[in-house]
């Protein structure tokens, strides 16, 4: 059994990663969270300890003119579940809801999966966002007008949903475009209203395979990688990412599943 004092790293050592992963002050910065996979952070003995020290490191690398947003997914019209914006649990890890829960924080309408941020550049990627979960307009292509980063942490690139936005911008076969319907709450008004979710085939050939992507990005060097505690927190501007992206699918569009094969090359 190890000791209370014993840890893997610190707030620290969580700054100075961040730094060297090319996340910088002034930074928006989409950040993707799973703590446990990294071991355990110094003088943190709860889940919500946690979550404030990262957070906490995050602004300190971005600062006040910072923008952050985390994912704050709920999948609620596709379970036919009214979506609260202000009550609405995130169902994508812990750190996720904490974020929610911050004062300050605004939150997306989108039913399946919002996005929470805190930052000057919040509103201008929030206001008036058009019925879909990804594809042009949403918050993702927003992302890679605005000069946005993706920051992983504890996970690989493969994890994050942002590589949707540039398969249905390509249009590749796996995918479609489907129609769901549902109430939106937001203070005391209900809406009901449809939303735009770029869903794949339930077929074996279509399961989502980031491996390839994630791959060639760190090859090229576009996705900064570094070591933290026993896990990785990994950095990629999301124009790269997309130009990659949109790059590998227009010359082979089962590139980002598992039909892909190399042998097509």
């Not at 999966?113 to 509103?123: C, I, Q, R």
């Not at 690989?156 to 129609?179: C, D, Q, S």
């Amino acid at each position: 059994m190890r000791a209370l004092n014993d840890w893997d790293y610190d707030k620290s050592d969580l700054v100075k990663g961040l730094k060297k992963i090319n996340i910088k002050s002034n930074d928006t910065v989409l950040v993707y969270v799973s703590f446990g996979f990294l071991g355990r952070l110094k003088n943190c003995r709860t889940s919500e300890e946690t979550c404030q020290t990262i957070q906490d490191a995050l602004y300190k690398v971005v600062g006040k003119n910072g923008t952050l947003l985390v994912p704050t997914y709920t999948y609620s019209f596709c379970n036919q579940e009214v979506f609260d914006v202000n009550k609405t649990h995130s169902v994508v890890g812990p750190f996720t809801e904490f974020f929610r829960k911050h004062k300050g924080v605004k939150r997306s309408m989108d039913p399946i999966f919002s996005v929470a941020g805190l930052g000057p550049n919040t509103k201008k990627l929030f206001v008036d966002l058009p019925h879909t979960c990804f594809g042009k307009g949403s918050i993702y292509d927003r992302l890679v007008n605005a000069g946005g980063k993706i920051c992983m942490i504890g996970l690989g690139l493969h994890w994050a949903t942002f590589r949707h936005h540039i398969e249905e911008m390509v249009k590749v076969p796996f995918r479609y475009n489907k129609e769901f319907f549902g109430h939106i709450k937001k203070n005391n008004t209900l809406t009901y209203t449809s939303w735009n979710y770029y869903v794949r085939d339930l077929t074996p050939n279509s399961i989502p395979n980031g491996f390839p992507l994630e791959e060639k990005a760190k090859k090229l060097g576009l996705c900064k990688v570094t070591k933290i505690g026993r896990g990785e927190i990994m950095a990629i501007n999301c124009k790269d990412y997309f130009d990659l992206g949109y790059k590998e699918l227009s010359k082979n569009p089962w590139f980002t599943a598992k039909g892909y094969t190399k042998s097509v090359f």
